[in-house]
Nanobody
Framework: QVQLEESGGGSVRAGGSLRLSCAAS????????MGWFRQPPGKGREWVAS???????NYEDSVKGRFTISQDNAKNTLYLQVNSLKPEDTSMYYC????????????????????WGQGTQVTVSS
């Protein structure tokens, strides 16, 4: 069982930045992919970014160039650097751990997730 705990959320003005962290309580040999999701107020959860164990990344189009997913395998910690924030980025952000089930034609991971954190809130004001 992998337990995930997010931190780093907060309230910022548009154009600001935050660094979200996700600490995993234990290493899971069956999990070779980590990801970030978000859930805007009144909407469903949406995928943001993924990273596999080799560091290959995949991003949802609206965050490309603004968000960066990374990981420190020695610390079992996942990060999401979020820059140039917009009010529409306001969401609860969740990290997740799972497995790669496919790769895109340009070798980007597509993952299925088994474990989820409780989330960290990001609020962006205009």
């Amino acid at each position: 069982q992998v337990q995930l705990e997010e931190s780093g959320g907060g309230s910022v003005r548009a154009g600001g930045s935050l660094r979200l962290s996700c600490a995993a309580s234990a290493y899971s040999a069956s999990s070779n992919c980590m990801g970030w999701f978000r859930q805007p107020p009144g909407k469903g959860r949406e995928w943001v970014a993924s990273i596999d164990r080799d560091g290959r990344t995949n991003y949802e189009d609206s965050v490309k160039g603004r968000f960066t997913i990374s990981q420190d395998n020695a610390k079992n910690t996942l990060y999401l650097q979020v820059n140039s924030l917009k009010p529409e980025d306001t969401s609860m952000y969740y990290c997740a751990a799972g497995v790669v089930y496919a790769t895109t034609s340009d070798v980007r991971p597509q993952c299925a997730y088994q474990y989820w954190g409780q989330g960290t809130q990001v609020t962006v004001s205009s």
